[in-house]
Each structure stands twice: as C-alpha cells, then as structure tokens.
C-alpha cells in the first residue's frame, strides 16, 4: 500500500498525540505472508458481504490479484454460501478462465467480467460485484449518483455509468473486454440495468469499502428521491474536496479494518 510523503500524515483522522494506536496497512517480508494476507481478507469480505445480506444465489464474485503471478487472482466458489467461504476453499484463476488451484467450478459471468478488469487495468488489485437491492435499483435508472451526501462525494467525478452490455448477463469474452473498458480509471462503475461495481488499487479491503460506500450511497439517493423534494447538491469545490481527503486508498482501508475486526473475532473458521 502506498505510503504519504515524508513528514506528511496518511490522513487527516491520524493523531498528532504520540503514542497512541493508529491502524496501518500490514508490511510483508516474503510473497507467501502477502498471498496468505489477500487470501484471509478475501475469505473476510465474502463473510461480510453475507452478512450484509449481498448475496443474491450465485451471483456475485470478489477477486484479488496473486502477488507473484499478477496474471491470476483468487476469487470465492461458485454458487458456495458467501457466508461459509473460507480461506482454504479459495480458487485461483488464470486470466483464461483455468482453474489453477482449488476443487469447485468458477462463476463463468465473474471469470469474464473481472478477467477483463484486471487484464485492462494492471492498477486493479481488486475487484468486487453483487447483485444487491439498492445497487441494482438504482443502476435501472442508468444515472451517475448526485453529490448529496459525504459519502457519494467519495465516488464524485470517479464512477462510471456503464451502458455496454446493459441488462444482459455476461458471459462472452468480447462483452467482457468491453465492459471492462467502460469502466476506465474510476473507482467504481454502476452498470446499467446490472448493478454495482468496485475496484481497489491497494488492497481487497479497500474494494470492499468502496462497494459498501457505494450501496449505501445508492440506498440514500433513493430515498431522497422518493421524498419528491429538490435534492440539494454538494457544490463541485466541496464534492472535490471531500473526495480528496475522505476517499482515498488509505482511507477505504481504514474504514474496513473495524467491519474485518468484528468478522474476524465472530467467525474464526473463516481462516480454516
């Protein structure tokens, strides 16, 4: 994970005061302690995403890119309860679809969606998809969210509307490919009549939040909406700052250690 220049500090929230705890990204001495690091974290986020009641039957995938060979991740089971997925029962994936480690098959939709994701865009370390009740709502609607709260300010001017492929399940390299290209440099991408996409450049943790951040923004805008009242926008200079300061790798990092926490402590054999 990147660091902040010397003498700058990783985020506004960290504690002038010496000598108290500030959480920071874990350093690793060889691959293996990385690869075990991304797998424990993957396994951790299916968990939540159970528990946050994402899952939607087989549909919906996590990847991480394979610190030593970045032309494959690991990614859960298909059609495997998110909310019993461990570290051991992770696959790993070469771009072509090949099952290179682990017994159960791949979710063919997730294979070709996020294969082109990381295939297009080596900053992508990971990427996260489910099929949830805001997320799909909203992108039926085939808009850009507003900035209206701190949150959705998060993803201003960094989230894409993907029309290509909209509403259709994609299962064809081709569609693939070209979804992954809507997507672009942003964070995060609602796909029309689909639903919700995220990607993180420095760890699973933060494409977890990311996704988190953007189903509530989703859940909150429609509901504004639904009041029939004018929404009253973030101006850009606000959005942009806000954006800027609350919304960076670092910070989606930092915002999912308290969610790992408590999976980790209330579901053990998650590192079985």
């Known amino acids: 994970m990147s660091t902040p220049d010397a003498g700058q500090p990783a985020s506004v929230y960290q504690p002038s005061q010496q000598g108290l705890h500030f959480p920071k990204p874990p350093v690793f001495n060889t691959v293996a302690e990385e690869r075990l690091h991304r797998k424990q974290r993957l396994a951790a986020v299916c968990r939540v995403f159970a528990r946050y009641r994402y899952e939607y039957g087989f549909a919906g ?13 690991w990614t859960n089971p298909f059609a495997m309860d998110f909310g019993r997925v461990r570290v051991s ?3 790993l994936v070469a771009h072509d679809g090949t099952v290179l480690e682990g017994n159960w098959a791949v979710n ?12 297009q865009h080596p900053h992508v370390l990971a990427s996260c998809h489910m099929h949830t009740s805001n997320g799909m709502a909203w992108a039926a609607l085939g808009r850009p969210l507003d ?12 989230h894409a509307v993907i029309t290509e492929q909209a509403g259709a399940v ?7 490919q070209a979804v992954a ?14 639903g919700l996409f995220t990607v993180g450049r420095e760890s699973v943790d933060e494409a977890a939040w990311w996704f988190i951040a953007l189903e509530r923004a ?22 942009e700052h806000s954006r800027k300061h609350l919304a960076t790798p670092f910070m989606a990092w930092l915002h999912f250690q308290p969610i790992y ?12």
């Open 61 to 73: 995938h996590v990847t991480v890119r394979d610190p030593e060979f970045p032309d494959c991740f």
């Open 89 to 91: 029962d992770l696959l």
């Open 108 to 119: 063919r939709a997730g294979f070709v969606l996020h294969s082109a994701i990381h295939m």
């Open 147 to 158: 900035p209206i709260t701190q949150t959705a300010c998060g993803f201003y001017g960094d």
């Open 170 to 176: 994609v299962v064809d390299g081709d569609a693939g």
């Open 181 to 194: 290209a809507a997507m672009g440099n942003n964070k995060a991408a609602i796909h029309q009549n689909h």
């Open 218 to 239: 989703c859940e909150i805008q429609l509901k504004a909406e639904a009041t029939g009242h004018p929404l009253k926008l973030v101006s850009p200079e606000a959005a």
């Open 261 to 272: 926490d408590a999976i980790a402590r209330s579901d053990p054999d998650l590192f079985d």
